[in-house]
């Protein structure tokens, strides 16, 4: 499962980061980064709670 | 055929959309009714003070899921309807002459601005609601004068959209110090600072006594007696819990509606969530009644799993956090403002800072301007009831962090 993220959405509110900090992170330029190519299925509904709590609505999940 | 299960939520915005969207895709399939005073669906309000008034053009923000939730067969969404009471010994909700049986009810009706028991003429503004931030950018394109009363976050908001916009403006404030029940006296002044380094003039100490003009408000007069022109004000001064629905229904309300740490009401089968909700927070051993985007929406979806899964149903235990963005300018804040903060990174009087609120040697808050890649590693921090000393050495980190990344560049 992967991790998308659109960058023309995301403002770096960093709550992705606080919930999963090996998953997410604002880097020193103030953008996010996600920091794992992949996550396995098991997390699924981890993700997807993090991907509710976006402010900005700027994470989904794909294939 | 036994009936089926009703789960009822009154309020129709972020909290009442996630409670909503919880039960929803509970296995026990619920029957969902929400019931929202507006007009429209579940949309988010953030941007209302910042984007929606800098742009002519931007339509109403979107939230995720909010028209899922119309379509979705198992849900009835009932708009522009006001509730007007609970019967919670006959498990009924009120709009009026209309009844809505409940078996599990949700209350999410948010919080509505404070006003000044004032007459106020034509032009003068409170911002909440869609409806609201279209009609005050519908006359900020005259530009002119706007006077901001409330030097709060969504006053500051309001000042820094309308300067990016070309107008004049003034910024009045009943108190010597900005902010300072948010994030106390020092970070307040430090952060009421920024407004005048944009050119917007910020006057503390002013209280208003009233308004001039009769057909449309021309100035604004405060209790020194002196007037400030005003083509324009918005008025941002707080809000309060949107209970008054409530009154005399056997709900205890105390500053919102007050819940135990499962946000439980003291009425049975009745929960409530986001901006109304004063819940036991147990990672701080204190009720809270907070109005931010995120905490409404988690209790949404904690509630709603609490009321649907009694027997598994957890606390909501959970380190505040609120951002706010003026100007060229990100503040962010994570945990409880206790006390006098001390600055950990950067000074007060800088364009960037980190300052932390102690209570004994738990750090249990963290204030940042333009920090946005330390603010979510003091979140952490606190939500594992780290100590100062931990708080220092993150900081001291973050620190070398950046003087290596400028080392490199």
């Known amino acids: 499962m992967k991790i998308h993220l659109d960058r023309a959405k995301c403002t770096a509110l960093g709550v992705c980061e606080s919930m999963a900090p090996e998953w997410f992170e604002v880097n020193e330029d103030g953008d996010l980064d996600v920091l794992v190519d992949e996550v396995d299925e098991g997390q699924r509904e981890r993700l997807e709670e993090i991907v509710r709590a976006c402010p900005t609505a700027a994470l989904s999940l794909g294939d | 055929m036994s009936a089926p299960f009703e789960f009822v939520v009154v309020g129709a915005s972020l909290a009442g959309l996630n409670a909503a969207r919880a039960a929803l895709q509970h296995p026990s399939a619920p029957r969902v009714t929400v019931i929202g005073a ?68 949700v209350i999410a009706t948010g919080a509505t601005p404070r006003t000044l028991p004032l007459e106020t003429p034509p032009g003068v503004h409170t911002l909440r609601t869609w409806d609201d931030a279209v009609a005050i950018r519908s006359q900020m394109r005259a530009g002119g004068r706007m006077v901001v009363i409330g030097a709060g976050f969504i006053g500051s908001e309001v000042a820094a959209s309308a300067k990016e916009r070309g107008m004049d403006v003034v910024i009045v404030e009943a108190l010597e110090v900005p902010l300072a029940r948010a994030v106390g006296e020092t970070a307040g002044a430090a952060l009421g600072s920024i407004h005048g380094r944009h050119g917007v003039d910020l006057r503390l100490g002013s209280g208003v006594i009233g308004f001039e003009g009769e057909d449309r408000v021309t100035g604004v007069t405060l209790s020194d007696g002196s007037t400030v022109p005003a083509d324009l004000v918005v008025v941002g001064i707080g809000a309060l819990p949107q209970t008054s629905w409530l009154d005399g229904g056997g709900i205890e309300i105390d500053n919102g509606i007050v819940c135990d740490s499962h946000l439980r009401t003291s009425a049975p089968d009745v929960f409530a969530a986001g901006d109304v909700a004063r819940w036991d927070n147990p990672l701080f051993a204190r009720h809270m009644r907070i109005e931010h985007w995120t905490s409404a929406q988690e209790q949404g979806s904690h509630a709603a799993q609490n009321a649907l899964d009694p027997g598994a149903a957890t606390a909501y235990s959970h380190v505040p956090y609120f951002w706010s963005d003026w100007y060229d300018s990100r503040i962010q804040f994570v945990g409880v403002p206790s006390g006098t903060p001390e600055i950990v990174d950067g000074s007060w009087d800088a364009e960037a800072f980190t300052a932390i609120y102690r209570e004994g040697d738990r750090v249990v808050g963290a204030l940042t301007l333009n920090r946005r890649a330390d603010i979510m590693k003091y979140r952490v921090l606190i939500a594992a009831s780290k100590t100062v000393e931990d708080a220092r050495a993150l900081a001291r980190d973050r620190a070398e962090a950046r003087a290596l990344k400028a080392a490199r560049a």
């Open chain 2, 38 to 105: 507006e007009e429209h669906l579940p949309y988010d309000r953030p941007p209302l003070s910042k984007a929606v008034l800098k742009s002519d053009e931007h339509e109403r923000p979107a939230l995720f899921g909010s028209a899922e939730l119309a379509e979705h067969e198992g849900c009835t969404v009932i708009l522009g309807a006001t509730a007007t009471g609970v019967d919670t010994a006959g498990h009924v909700v009120r709009l009026g002459e209309r009844e809505v049986r409940y078996d599990v009810l």
